[in-house]
């Protein structure tokens, strides 16, 4: 009985969890600095990106809201990028470098995509769901918090306002 009511419970908290996103957070101050490994092999810290607008993804492989997004990041990135968007997947995987090299290639992920951990993550204050995704403004301040999926057109209208 005690099983059950033990994996109800967690069945809830992963609904809760990879539900759909709310509208987003205000936030303010600067978004953290971090040096951390990117699939391709290069090393990738927050101060590469000052100037532009940053929307960091904290994901994993393994989430299926997380996968879900990954189409529409990618059609992000493919319209905004040239106007000054940086896409930063941030996976929270445990598999290592190379098993996220693998999906990120097989999944054709067009944006940058680094190893992440607890360290990171508290770093942007915590993250307590995946997928959850900061905005940080061309001046480097964190500026929205999302949180869950979000369709393109949510997505848009929130970039276009930092832009």
């Given at each position: 009985m005690h099983k059950r009511l033990f994996l109800l419970i967690l069945v809830a908290v992963f609904i809760f969890a990879c539900s759909k996103g709310d509208s987003g957070q205000s936030l303010s101050g600067g978004a953290p600095d971090f040096t951390l490994p990117a699939?391709?092999?290069s090393m990738v810290s927050m101060s590469d990106y000052s100037g532009k607008v940053v929307l960091?993804?904290?994901?994993?492989?393994?989430?299926?809201?997380?996968?879900e997004m990954i189409p529409v990041l990618s059609k992000l990135h493919?319209?905004?990028a040239s106007k000054g968007l940086v896409i930063l997947g941030v996976s929270l995987d445990r598999d290592g470098l190379a098993a996220l090299g693998?999906?990120?290639?097989?999944?054709?992920?067009?944006?940058?995509?680094?190893?992440?951990d607890n360290r990171?993550?508290?770093a942007f204050g915590g993250?307590?769901?995946?997928?959850?995704?900061y905005m940080v403004d061309r001046e480097g301040r964190l500026v929205r918090k999302?949180?869950?999926?979000h369709a393109f057109g949510d997505l848009e209208e929130q970039v276009k306002k930092y832009l």
């Open positions: 699939v391709d092999g960091v993804d904290f994901w994993a492989t393994w989430c299926p809201p997380c996968k493919k319209k905004f693998t999906f990120v290639h097989e999944n054709m992920i067009p944006y940058k995509v680094v190893l992440g990171i993550s508290n993250v307590s769901s995946i997928p959850t995704l999302l949180v869950g999926y």
